[in-house]
């Protein structure tokens, strides 16, 4: 490629011209130095030589919010994608989502959804066209869906269906379509694209928190990306500045008069919302509070002819005489109001039809016009089979653990308790409040006396055995007990979920204040009891007894605060007045990210504050234990360290633990009720088996009225 050498220009005063080379030189030997060009450069050496092009690109600086947006993204399908896999939602050849805009008063006009004609509340999405109303006019399935949540101009999208429609399932499923698209683009237009969240409504109080507070609360909750120093305000962020669309599910199990609030709340938000509705409880909404510029799409039922190649496809190919009765009864056209094919409309009959009757099943029986007159007999009739269907042992799976009598009673209960509070959400920390706590307290008051009070009473009498240390000491003994017993009742009532774990109390901070406070106050006493005294022990000694005061200051200023603040002597700090000084030692954004779910908080609680409870028994026996050694005799320190570990570790790490609690009530729940004796064991395994759903810490049934089904049964 080449061009003509450009013509220098006249200087304007002789003096500014440039002297002539005295003699000519090579053109091909000709270079220019000392010139620095900015974007893209076409540069010529010499005549009629080759035009060389440079175009050197700086990658643009990666923003701190669009990393820690990749990063959620991870963490938000690895979750999804494992649950959408324990609800059977990836197999190979899934029932198609079908969907068209609603013709019910839950929304405004389309036009005011698409903004033809008008301003865009938001850009469509990299790689997606914008949507318009000659689009939506004919409905469609899962693309399609995805292009009207990425292309819509309001941001607003309503899903709403009636029951068992499958509402919950295509939010799902459009969730991991929109996550995916996310993961194909380009560096520079995935900054851009939200990440898709979901959560239920369950717990907001717009009065109180703006959706936007309220959702960063959520989201530092349920993902540890979010904790830490920091952590709610960078969720915040995200939320305001558009890097997270929010997905939310069960506008319809909230009151009424929540539900109006909610939408009016929503009204404000920065961010791209996906709002999942029971069509009828949508239409009452409506009448108080309208989502301005949503876009309602209704999920349509299964047609005759999906719902039969669904079922087809996951049999012989020959299907059995039952099942192609059932099969073809779906594809009659003559009959398309039958009551099979009205019950086979639904998701959730579908996939429990596949449940409850194996390939040899008489799956056939459902045809019977006297026994199932309807489709909610058919409907109840499959959901009443599902628990059994779910514990029966199959060959090729592994032999379930619990029997189906067990499970159906186990769940049957469960399914009462959370109808008669109201509420769809299993809090499994809520469960110290489903028993009289009268017998666990009763339990709790005579097991810590005796165990705990009998090394304080051999103590007592060593140090003083008189007539004095025999009524007294057996009555501070029981006194004691009572006070472990009262704190494990108090757990009956509704408490919040701490999410504080290791790294949240052991940060670099605080261990590091906790060193020095050891080394300061152990050097202090190095230097100044051997001036008050003549008798001093070594100077290891006094290093010893007071690596509880830095154990006590890594507590105090981190999150561990609570668990201190029973302990004797070694409380000073664990107040409320020092959170600020607390929130300073908060530890920085975490590497290691994942979604917390229900079993993972447990454990947490189980294994976390447990043994810190006990690690701050052993740092008051150590505090005390070596000096009463040294004073007055080795037993006696002996004695005092196992009583203060034994009162202190159930005060700390027992009493007011919520995991304990809810393991001591599925204790008292399998007495009373023959709920198994591994409550949350139980309850990840009826999840496993696609019964319970989790999201976040929280465990749901599979539908709603698969709990209604069984809360009436019992």
């Not at 009742?489 to 701490?498: I, K, V």
């Not at 700390?652 to 919520?658: K, Q």
Request: net charge positive; glycine share 8%.
């Amino acid at each position: 490629m080449t061009a003509p050498a450009p013509r220098d220009p006249a200087p304007r005063d002789p003096r500014d011209a440039e002297p002539r080379d005295p003699e000519p030189r090579d053109p091909a030997s000709a270079e220019v130095s000392g010139n620095t060009f900015h974007g893209p450069t076409a540069f010529q050496a010499g005549d009629h030589n080759t035009l060389n092009v440079h175009h050197h690109t700086t990658p643009a600086p990666t923003s701190p919010l669009d990393t820690t947006a990749d990063e959620l993204a991870r963490v938000v399908g690895a979750q999804w994608h494992e649950e959408a896999g324990l609800r059977r939602l990836l197999e190979p050849a899934p029932l198609p989502v079908r969907w068209r805009v609603s013709e019910r008063n839950v929304a405004g006009r389309v036009v005011g959804a698409t903004a033809e004609g008008g301003r865009a509340r938001f850009a469509p999405l990299p790689g997606v066209g914008l949507t318009t109303r000659a689009q939506l006019r004919g409905g469609g399935g899962l693309p399609e869906l995805h292009a009207v949540y990425g292309g819509l101009a309001s941001g607003r999208l309503l899903l709403v269906g009636p029951p068992a429609a499958g509402k919950t399932a295509a939010a799902v499923l459009l969730l991991l379509d929109a996550l995916a698209h996310r993961a194909q683009a380009a560096p520079a237009d995935r900054a851009r694209i939200p990440v898709p969240v979901l959560l239920s409504l369950d717990g907001w109080e717009p009065a109180e928190d703006s959706a936007t507070d309220w959702a960063a609360g959520r989201l530092t909750r349920e993902y540890t990306l979010f904790h830490g120093r920091g952590g709610r305000d960078r969720a915040r962020a995200l939320l305001e500045s558009g890097r997270i669309a929010l997905f939310l599910d069960g506008l319809d199990e909230v009151s009424g008069r929540l539900r109006g609030a909610m939408v009016s709340a929503l009204e404000r938000a920065p961010f791209r919302l996906v709002l999942v509705s029971r069509a009828k409880e949508a239409v009452l909404t409506a009448r108080k509070a309208r989502l301005g510029g949503a876009l309602a799409l209704e999920i349509q039922p299964v047609r005759p002819a999906d719902a039969a190649a669904y079922l087809l496809n996951r049999l012989p190919a020959t299907p059995p005489p039952a099942w192609r009765a059932v099969t073809d009864r779906l594809l009659d056209e003559d009959a398309p109001h039958t009551a099979v094919a009205a019950a086979l409309a639904s998701p959730l009959a579908i996939a429990l039809i596949r449940d409850v009757y194996a390939d040899d099943k008489p799956v056939d029986e459902l045809l019977d016009p006297v026994r199932f007159p309807t489709p909610a007999a058919i409907e109840n009739h499959l959901l009443d089979h599902a628990v059994t269907a779910a514990y029966t042992p199959r060959p090729g799976h592994p032999r379930p653990r619990y029997s189906p009598e067990t499970a159906e009673r186990a769940l049957r209960h469960i399914a009462a308790r959370l109808t008669r509070d109201g509420t769809r959400d299993l809090r499994w920390w809520h469960i110290p409040g489903w028993t009289r706590h009268r017998p666990r307290m009763v339990a709790v008051w005579i097991v810590s006396t005796v165990v705990c009070g009998v090394p304080g009473l051999l103590l007592a009498w060593r140090i003083s055995p008189s007539l004095l240390t025999a009524v007294v000491g057996p009555l501070a003994a029981v006194l004691s007990g009572y006070g472990v017993a009262r704190r494990v009742a108090e757990l009956s009532e509704p408490q919040p979920l701490s999410s504080a774990g290791w790294h949240d109390i052991f940060t670099r901070g605080t261990v590091l204040s906790g060193i020095a406070q050891w080394l300061f106050v152990g050097s202090g006493l190095c230097v100044v009891v051997p001036l008050v005294s003549d008798i001093a022990p070594p100077f290891w000694f006094w290093y010893l007894v007071t690596l509880p005061v830095g154990y006590s200051e890594v507590l105090a200023a981190g999150r561990g605060y609570e668990i201190l603040s029973r302990a004797p002597f070694l409380s000073l700090g664990s107040g409320r007045r020092y959170d600020k000084v607390r929130e300073g030692y908060a530890r920085p954004p975490v590497v290691d990210t994942r979604s917390v779910g229900p079993r993972d908080v447990w454990r947490h609680h189980i294994g976390l504050r447990l043994s810190l409870g006990l690690l701050t028994g052993w740092a008051l026996a150590l505090y005390v234990g070596p000096i009463l050694a040294w004073v007055q005799n080795p037993l006696q320190g002996v004695l005092f360290a196992v009583t203060a570990v034994l009162w202190t570790g159930a005060l700390s790490g027992l009493a007011g633990n919520l995991a304990v609690g809810t393991a001591l009530t599925a204790v008292q729940l399998h007495v009373e009720e023959g709920t198994p004796v591994r409550l949350m064991h139980f309850l990840e395994d009826a999840r496993r088996r696609n019964l319970l759903r989790a999201t976040g810490p929280v465990y749901q049934f599979r539908h709603a009225r698969l709990q209604e089904r069984l809360a009436a049964r019992e």
